[in-house]
């Protein structure tokens, strides 16, 4: 037999025991079944024994069934965990890089990339999974998304990471995160990186109603409310911490990261124009590039386009911020001089950003 068959069977035998603990006797059943096709062993035979005896305990009276014994109800007890969630808790810990664990390609963007982890993290967050391992995929998923949103550390990473992929796979959940991330850890918490992402905590669907001057949920008691209150100060200061680690990280780093690959304008340093491929937007690289720039550029130029596009959201804007003030100042005081003018103001990037959408994917 091959060894991969038992790890299958293994597999197969895992979630037949869940399914089991869920009463979903044929279920558990199909997967021993083929777990012993695939590799026979004693312990799937036993539990087909198992459940055997349960579909004859369920054709039993009620009188019967009254007289069971309180360790034998106790085994029916449903965990705090579905199948689903363990399979996704199985996936992360047989991944061997960080795409794999997101599920993306090595050409994604950032935007791709950050759209996966909040799928994934909302999945794997250990107050949402009790599967064993959740909070070491959660971490292996923080580490992921910290080390393929910061260009330096992916550039390296896809330099050198391979390395760490090579590596045997480990069973245990201990060291579950560590075999596709040797050397490449996020510089802040898994739980931080989430509060990042989902401002502060995790979506809650909560009733607040106004009691006392304030907001608070339903069924919240007057004294949970001056505690709340006491802790106002304290929440404000934790979740601008993950902010200040960043500011604080980013101004470290800066005397030790070279400068980066391109600037959208032109620079002493940076000279030399080029256009990306899809969007033709103009970008300076250093005379250098050709020679020391190892990356995708394909992927380097979906960035810069993106950047681009968010530059000029927020020109835009403001453009039309000022537009409106203008107009809204001129019919307060009556001027429709001043309305003709405040009408007539131009809005560049909003028209740039116009001409670009219909090739903006």
């Known amino acids: 037999m ?18 089991i603990k869920f009463g979903n006797r044929e ?20 539990l087909l024994i198992k459940i055997s005896s349960m579909k004859d305990h369920a054709k039993e009276s ?24 363990l399979e996704a808790v199985k996936r992360i810990k047989s991944c061997k890089d960080y795409y794999e664990i997101l599920e993306v390609t090595k050409d994604a963007t950032d935007s791709v990339i950050k759209k996966s982890y909040k799928k994934l993290a909302l999945q ?35 330099l050198f990471g391979s390395e760490a992929s090579n590596m045997p ?15 490449f850890e996020a510089d802040i918490t898994a739980e931080e990186l989430f509060n990042m992402f989902f401002g502060g905590g995790f979506p809650q669907q909560n009733v607040y109603v106004r009691r006392g001057g304030r907001w608070a949920r339903s069924g919240e008691t007057n004294t949970s409310q001056s505690r709340h209150e006491q802790q106002n100060g304290y929440t404000a200061f934790v ?54 720039y190892q990356g995708s550029l394909k992927r380097l130029e979906a960035t810069i386009e993106e950047e681009f596009i968010t530059n000029l959201r927020h020109a835009c804007h403001r453009e039309r911020n000022y537009r409106e003030t203008m107009i809204w100042k001129a019919r307060n005081f009556g001027d429709e001089e001043l309305f003709k003018k405040a009408q007539s103001i131009a809005t560049p990037s909003c028209a740039t950003l116009n001409e670009l959408r219909p090739h903006h994917r």
Do not use: W
């Open 124 to 158: 794997l967050h250990p107050d949402k999974n009790k599967a064993p391992g959740a909070a070491e995929a959660f971490k292996a998923i923080g580490n992921a998304v910290a080390v393929l949103t910061d260009p330096e550390k992916r550039k390296q990473y896809d």
């Open 239 to 292: 979740q601008m911490l993950p902010i200040l680690i960043l500011i604080i990280l980013s101004m470290m780093s800066s005397l030790f990261i070279s400068d980066p690959v391109y600037s959208l304008h032109a620079t002493q340093k940076f000279i030399v124009q080029r256009h990306t491929e899809h969007l033709h937007i103009p970008y300076y690289v250093k005379e250098t590039f050709h020679n020391e």
């Open 62 to 85: 009620p009188q019967v069934r009254r007289r069971q014994p309180a360790a034998a109800k106790a085994e029916s007890t449903p965990v705090e965990f579905t199948p689903d969630q």
């Open 169 to 183: 796979n480990r069973a245990s959940s201990q060291s579950a995160s560590q075999h596709y991330s040797r050397g």
């Open 27 to 46: 279920k558990a059943e199909k997967f021993l079944h083929k777990a012993e096709r695939l590799y026979p062993s004693t312990k799937a035979k036993e």
């Open 2 to 19: 091959l060894e991969s068959n038992k790890d299958e069977a293994d597999r197969c035998i895992e979630i037949a025991e869940i399914n």
